[in-house]
């Protein structure tokens, strides 16, 4: 049977996972803690959020201590490309190129940046890695 596909994160749930993702496994009250840092969120609100988070099956709860520890379901980039493909097919009608040059226009690259892209680029046509 093939994996449930998790649905995309609200943007209150992707900044719950960009602190699991950076920190590792946490309790609710780490996470809470972390989010001050960025965000006003309540307790009871991060500790709800995880809940729902958990029900979608975005993030997983070890239950076998008395304080729960959350965890992400999905690492860091497989939700990336998750939500690179659904912008890629909802707002570029499944062209990379427009994607890309769409991205490149509104914040420039640093050289470095473009340095990458060119070699995956060649690495992609089967050109000089």
């Known amino acids: 049977m093939a994996k449930r596909k998790a649905p995309n994160p609200t943007d ?3 900044a719950i996972l960009q602190v699991l993702w950076h920190s590792g496994p946490l309790t609710v009250r780490q996470v809470y803690e972390s989010l001050l840092k960025q965000r006003h969120m309540g ?7 995880l809940q729902i988070m ?7 709860r070890d239950e076998s201590s008395r304080s729960h520890v959350y965890r992400p379901r999905l ?3 497989e939700t990336q490309r998750q939500l690179v493909g659904d912008l890629l097919d909802k707002a570029f009608a499944g062209s990379a190129a427009r994607l890309v040059m769409s991205a490149l226009s509104h914040t420039p690259a640093s050289r470095a940046e473009l340095e990458q892209v060119k070699r995956l680029l060649d690495k992609m046509e089967g050109g000089n890695p």
Not at 43 to 49: G, S
Not at 54 to 60: D, H, I, Q
């Open 54 to 60: 958990t029900e979608k099956g975005l993030v997983e």
């Open 43 to 49: 307790y009871t609100t991060v500790l709800k959020m």
């Open 75 to 77: 690492p860091q980039a």
């Open 12 to 14: 209150a749930e992707l």
